[in-house]
């Protein structure tokens, strides 16, 4: 489905990786490992289309990604290392609208149920600028209960997460393989996400 | 006999071209100065309206010309570079923005020295003189991203769409001005000169935006030279070059 | 999808009145300045209302431009919104059509009132209503396309203004024209013609240039 071809990255003037190959099917799990600014990040906006690679092709169901474009982002979701949330909304006009904006309109109830399961009960309309750096987490990580895209591309998703909602998010990204999803991620906790097939790619 | 040009559009290689090119249009653009220059002080006839305050007209209307043609000229590059992603053309866009400006700045200057013996003040809001006054800002707008962004690709593609906005924009802004102008002051003061221009005069202007150009194309060649450099600083053909040296 | 933009740009605004307010005081001062600078010498004032407001106008709208895109390039909404399955540059026009409705209407309902410091005649006053109407969407497109150019810039407020005044100036002179016609008893609608042509342009083409400025700007 993914298929990724010697791909470079260079920043200024420095290459960060090169000739990186990989392809991930349906059901597939791939973990991103590497130092700070080993091109992690880098990897992963360039994967969702945000930045052209220097060198190489990235392709999805056959096709480069560059010609798709508004099609292929109905495939994905996106999480990077800054939260997407605004401040001064509440965490469910937060969701509602960050879904919409993806495509995908949400009604209340949807946002409500998705919003207690992260574990944000009783929060819910509350400003997200009150709420704690885990929680607004939560409340950017509701997204994927709600989502229905194929490719999970996800930067540091447990970033700043208690233990409990980092079982709570492996269990997420479970069902989304088991339905036949994708994941690409990167992380430096611990977690093992059970998986048909896992994969690891090291970038230095 | 066929010339492989794309072999010119590697940075490598325009190097040396253009250092090979430009003592030509250096040496050109001096002559055609010399020559120029004594046909506009010497051989042309005193103008008995304006008596020899007009000879400031060919410095004047060869660098307004040039201060127009540029711009066109510099968004046309780094549109190639936008739409190719040339990195050769978005430089020699780069290149051309300094001249530009300096010629539109050179062209409100002699229009000044021009305007007071003529209309007795050194700045009138003629149509032509305000639409040159807001190239001149263009051109700093260009310059002043170019100079404000860091990633030398970001700045070249950004610069990119603000000169095609700016050129969408300049023939709606001179409409403007001129309209404006019109409205204000009547009949506007006129540079047109009188239709039956003396042939030395034209003769010289010619040889003057001849020289204009020459002097344009041996200076953007220059900095482009530099800008290569720069950025291609880290590159072996660079340091082979510097070991060279 | 292009409704959620506008309703979600304005939520945010009801949120942040304060920002709002500044922008519309701003204009209020700026126009205010003009009488103590020059005299209070009523012919000329009235002579020179149009060009006053209308500079005004041009320096709030641009005031409030940086704010289009950097607050949510800072938090990753942006981000969220160019992987959004919809056209970018509809998104863009959201936005452009947000903050005119944040800054640009508040404007044009109290000008009128400012117009009034200035003596202009009943007719002039609606003339200048109309012109900004019709104006002050342009600024807002036309810095659309500034705000994206700088985003994430050292000095992008100082900068924004460099890039997007010498833009406005057609806005300006048509502006500030049809509203100096009206007061001279001559007729206005070649003027707001022209300023209807230059907003229709501008809604086609200035979201496409926002647009492709934004993706470079975030790469």
Redesign the interface.
């Known amino acids: 489905m993914l298929k990724v071809s010697d791909l470079e990255c260079v920043r200024?003037?420095r290459s960060l990786f090169k000739d990186v190959n990989f392809s991930i099917e349906a059901g597939e799990f791939m973990q991103v490992n590497g130092p700070n600014g080993s091109g992690k990040t880098s990897l992963l906006r360039m994967l969702?289309?945000?930045?052209?690679p220097a060198h190489g092709e990235i392709r999805w169901c056959g096709n480069a990604i560059r010609s798709l474009d508004?099609?292929y982002?109905?495939s994905?979701t996106?999480l990077?290392?800054?939260?997407?949330?605004?401040?001064?909304?509440s965490a469910l006009?937060n969701l509602r609208?960050?879904s919409?904006?993806?495509?995908n309109?949400i009604d209340e109830n949807k946002a409500y149920n998705a919003l207690q399961r992260m574990g944000l009960g009783g929060r819910e309309i509350l400003?997200v600028k009150i709420l704690s750096q885990g929680q607004r987490r939560r409340v950017t990580l509701a997204r994927l209960l709600v989502c229905s895209t194929v490719l999970w591309i996800l930067d540091e998703p447990l970033v700043a997460l208690d233990s409990a909602a980092v079982m709570l998010v492996q269990s997420i990204l479970e069902q989304h393989l088991e339905k036949g999803g994708m994941i690409v991620m990167t992380t430096h906790q611990d977690i093992n996400v059970a998986a048909v097939v896992t994969k690891r790619l090291q970038l230095n | 006999m066929a010339i492989n040009w794309f072999k010119y559009s590697s940075p490598a290689s325009f190097y040396s071209l253009a250092g090979k090119l430009t003592p030509l249009f250096s040496i050109t653009a001096f002559i055609l100065f010399v020559v120029g220059l004594y046909i506009s002080f010497f051989v042309a006839p005193t103008d008995f309206q304006q008596s020899e305050a007009y000879r400031i007209i060919f410095i004047h209307v060869p660098v307004a010309w040039m201060s127009m043609f540029l711009y066109l000229i510099m968004a046309g590059w780094a549109a190639i570079g936008l739409a190719f992603n040339t990195r050769l053309s978005s430089m020699i866009a780069t290149a051309i923005a300094p001249t530009g400006a300096m010629f539109t700045f050179l062209a409100l200057w002699t229009g000044a020295l021009w305007g007071k013996p003529m209309w007795g003040a050194w700045w009138v809001w003629d149509a032509r003189l305000t639409s040159e006054l807001i190239l001149l800002f263009l051109y700093i707008g260009f310059m002043a991203l170019q100079a404000a962004i860091d990633d030398p690709r970001r700045a070249d593609k950004a610069g990119a769409i603000l000169a095609l906005v700016g050129v969408v924009n300049i023939p709606i802004i001179y409409f403007s001005v001129k309209w404006w102008n019109t409205l204000h002051q009547g009949a506007t003061v006129s540079l047109t000169q009188s239709p039956k221009m003396a042939t030395t005069m034209l003769t010289g202007m010619l040889i003057m935006s001849l020289a204009c150009w020459m002097y344009s194309i041996a200076l953007v060649l220059m900095r482009t030279r530099t800008i290569i450099l720069e950025r291609e600083r880290h590159t072996v053909w660079v340091s082979e070059l510097q070991g060279a040296a | 999808m292009f409704l959620w933009v506008i309703q979600r740009d304005l939520l945010l605004a009801m949120r942040q009145r304060a920002d709002v307010l500044t922008t519309l005081f701003f204009f209020i001062i700026v126009v205010s300045l003009f009488p103590l600078g020059v005299g209070p010498e009523i012919n000329m004032l009235r002579s020179m209302a149009p060009g006053v407001v209308w500079v005004a106008a041009l320096l709030a709208s641009m005031l409030s431009l940086e704010r289009m895109f950097s607050s949510d390039y800072l938090d990753g909404t942006l981000e969220q919104m160019l992987l959004s399955p919809q056209p970018l540059s509809l998104l863009v026009l959201g936005k452009a059509l947000a903050h005119w409705l944040v800054t640009g209407v508040p404007l044009v309902l109290i000008a009128p009132i400012l117009g009034i410091q200035f003596n202009l005649s009943t007719d002039a006053l609606l003339i200048l209503a109309v012109s900004l109407l019709l104006g002050t969407p342009v600024l807002s497109l036309i810095g659309a396309i500034g705000a994206a150019l700088t985003l994430g810039l050292r000095g992008g407020g100082v900068l924004v203004s460099l890039l997007v005044l010498p833009l406005y100036i057609p806005v300006l002179i048509f502006g500030a024209g049809a509203v100096e016609a009206s007061s001279a008893g001559l007729v206005a609608s070649a003027h707001l013609s022209l300023l209807g042509a230059f907003l229709l342009a501008s809604l086609v083409l200035a979201p496409w240039a926002a647009a492709a400025a934004l993706r470079i700007s975030i790469e």
């Open positions: 200024g003037e969702c289309g945000l930045s052209m508004e099609e982002h109905n994905i996106y990077g290392h800054l939260n997407g949330v605004k401040d001064n909304l006009e609208i960050s919409a904006l993806a495509g309109e400003p």
